[in-house]
DNA sequence: GCCCACCGCGCG
DNA sequence: AAAGCGCGCGGTGGGC
């Protein structure tokens, strides 16, 4: 294929997923009006209530006191100022741009200074009770003005209908709007609940359910880069690469990293690593989150991993100043290690994939993905060696999402895809279809996406979530296939 | 009143 | 040399 042009195979999958996706936006998805309605309600009554009781703070007064009518609880401007410059807190993250003589932290250049970032991790360690029981309301206000408000606002006949593109992201994923429906609050729970309840089957009776690729940018990982210790460790049910690595960083057996430890390793070493942080910035948030953190112990014992980690001698951070070599003995020199291992010992292929993939791209000033799409122009070093993962990885679902609804019209099936997020796909089926949709959508994932796309070499495989009839997004518990038939998974 | 950059934050 | 990838959206505040 001539360079500077996307394959016609490409062309293909992005033709067949626009039609499948304008589909899915014509179906749209049935909301809870009557919950809608007492949600904005109760949220706008929450952000009241908590403002009011702000308002009676002596920081409020201080506040008040210099801005007078132009105090805006809202403002991070204001807040920076309160804190920083009157009550004489001192800032320790400060904001990606500059600003001309602002408050004069940290010199960028001549008259331009760092702006100290009033982020809720920014202010994590300010333990004064306006500051938390600010973002208690920031929290409310999100849900109601970005969330609520946006479902409201797109409401036609009880249905949203957000839009999925595909000319949008530069690594040919798909983005979402009006309502955006691929940010919708999971992680913290009491948000979850809020707006996901909201979210219900389109027929009564009916199920609302899931389709997850599991794993779905290691799996494709595994196969972009040839890489055949990470192909082992998604092909493996009983290997576990955040295990193991969370093994090296905190200095236990292997087989004791569980639960949140086993979580830290995950998602603040391995996944960060993958996307091209380095090992202060990691260093640094592991530290920050096991100095937080009071109840990280060492699974089975009541010692918390900050004391292990200094019985092994490890009881400084260190500096993670970018510009400096880190000091032996420091828990950063310990990460430099760690890091080392990660690539060079566990993942050397992964590692020589990285340096011939860039200058590969220096050379021809572009890529192509195993999908076929071309990419081009001034890029980091960080995008070349992401875009060529996060792209094929959501190629996976477009492809599922196409021969999922041809299944679906060609059997005359009522069912209705309603929605989709990088790596899942949200549906509404009657009971009597639910069993034949769960185990049409595990065959083409397991089976048939990997004969039409050669490169995948490492096991696709799916993770069912199903409501119970009439029960909302929220509701959907894992479900599994035990001897064919599809069930609550516990 | 409109536009824009920036910040902050929700998701994968 | 770069230093965590990709999105959309709401609010603030400055400039016109």
Redesign the pocket.
């Known amino acids: 294929m001539k360079r500077g042009v996307s394959s016609p195979e490409a062309y293909k999958l992005f033709h067949d997923g626009i039609i499948v996706l304008s589909e899915i936006e014509a179906n749209g998805i049935k909301i809870d009006t009557e919950l809608l309605k007492s949600t904005i309600k109760a949220t706008a009554d929450k952000v009241k209530e908590i403002k009011e009781e702000l308002q009676t703070s002596e920081v409020w007064k201080v506040w008040k006191e210099h801005y007078a009518d132009k105090a805006?609880i809202?403002?991070?401007?204001?807040l920076?100022h309160v804190l920083f410059d009157i009550m004489k807190i001192k800032p320790v993250v400060f904001?990606?741009?500059?600003?001309l003589s602002d408050l004069g932290f940290g010199k960028i250049s001549d008259g331009l200074y760092y702006?100290p970032?009033?982020?809720?991790?920014?202010l994590q360690d300010i333990d004064h009770p306006f500051v938390r029981r600010l973002?208690d309301m920031?929290?409310y206000?999100?849900v109601g003005?970005?969330f609520l408000?946006?479902i409201k606002?797109e409401l036609v006949d009880g249905f949203i209908h957000p839009f999925f593109?595909l000319h949008?992201?530069?690594?040919f994923?798909s983005?979402?709007?009006?309502?955006?429906f691929?940010?919708?609050?999971?992680?913290?729970k009491e948000?979850?609940e809020a707006i996901r309840k909201l979210f219900i089957p389109r027929e009564k009776g009916w199920h609302f359910w899931e389709t997850d690729f599991k794993g779905?940018e290691v799996v494709t990982a595994s196969c972009v880069t040839g890489d055949r210790a990470l192909r082992a460790y998604v092909s493996d049910k009983n290997k576990d690469m955040h295990r193991d690595t969370g093994g090296d960083l905190f200095l236990l057996p292997k087989d004791s990293v569980k639960g949140d430890l086993r979580h830290i390793s995950k998602?603040?070493f391995v996944?960060?690593e993958f996307?091209?942080?380095?090992y202060?910035?990691?260093a640094k948030?592991i530290w920050d989150t096991i100095c937080r953190e009071k109840k990280l112990f060492v699974p089975g014992t009541e010692i918390h991993i900050k004391d292990h980690l200094a019985s092994k001698g490890i009881s400084e951070g260190g500096l993670f100043r970018?510009?400096e070599d880190p000091e032996a003995g420091t828990f950063e020199y310990h990460v430099k290690e760690v890091e080392r291992i990660f690539w060079h010992e566990r993942f050397p292929e992964y590692t020589k994939w990285k340096k011939k993939w860039f200058e590969q791209y220096q050379k021809e000033g572009g890529f192509r993905t195993v999908t076929g799409f071309w990419i081009e122009g001034p890029?980091?070093?960080?995008?070349v060696l992401?875009?060529p993962i996060?792209g094929p990885a959501f190629h996976c679902l477009l492809w599922f999402l196409i021969n999922m609804q041809k299944w679906l019209r060609k059997n005359k099936m009522r069912t209705k895809l309603v929605g989709q997020?990088?790596?899942?796909c949200e549906g509404n089926s009657p009971p009597d279809e639910i069993q034949d949709v769960l185990g049409k959508a595990n065959e083409l994932v397991t089976v048939d996406l990997p004969k039409h796309f050669s490169w995948i070499t490492a096991p696709m495989s799916v993770e069912v979530a199903v409501a119970p009839p009439d029960g909302s997004w929220f509701d959907m518990k894992e479900w599994k296939c035990f001897d064919g038939v599809w069930k609550l998974a516990a």
């Open positions: 805006n809202g403002s991070g401007q204001q920076a904001t990606e741009k500059g600003s702006k970032s009033t982020s809720e991790k920014a973002f920031k929290g206000e999100k003005g970005t408000k946006g606002r593109d949008t992201a530069r690594t994923r983005s979402s709007k009006f309502p955006n691929q940010n919708i609050p999971k992680r913290d948000m979850a779905a998602n603040q996944f960060a996307y091209g942080s380095y202060k910035l990691t948030a970018h510009d890029l980091t070093k960080n995008a992401n875009y996060q997020i990088h790596d899942s």
